[in-house]
């Protein structure tokens, strides 16, 4: 029998999962924006992903590379 923190534990789990692949799909729509040249709605997208607390070294560096894309290369150099 599962105990009512066994159970909490799960729905924690099941939730936090639920919004990493959430995140998980914002990116892939990020880097398809970018394959199609749509540089601004990926930095949209790319800083969506940071407001939500979730950073990696590629997502600065594939938002880096779509400010400069977009001819913004102030936003580059802070996202490199």
């Known amino acids: ?3 009512y923190n066994s159970i909490s ?3 924690m789990m099941s939730f936090l999962y639920g919004i ?5 799909e914002k990116y892939d729509q990020a880097m398809l924006s ?3 040249g ?4 990926s930095i ?3 800083e969506e992903i940071l ?13 880096g590379n779509s400010y400069y894309r977009s001819n913004n290369i102030q936003g580059a150099i802070w996202a490199y």
Do not use: Q, R, T, V
Not at 20 to 24: A, F, K, P, V
Not at 38 to 41: D, V
């Open 51 to 63: 407001d939500k607390k979730w950073e990696s070294e590629e997502l600065y560096y594939n938002l």
């Open 34 to 36: 970018y394959k199609l």
């Open 1 to 3: 029998m599962l105990g």
């Open 20 to 24: 990493s692949e959430n995140l998980n």
């Open 9 to 11: 534990i799960f729905i």
């Open 44 to 46: 949209l997208i790319f």
């Open 38 to 41: 749509e540089f601004k709605k």
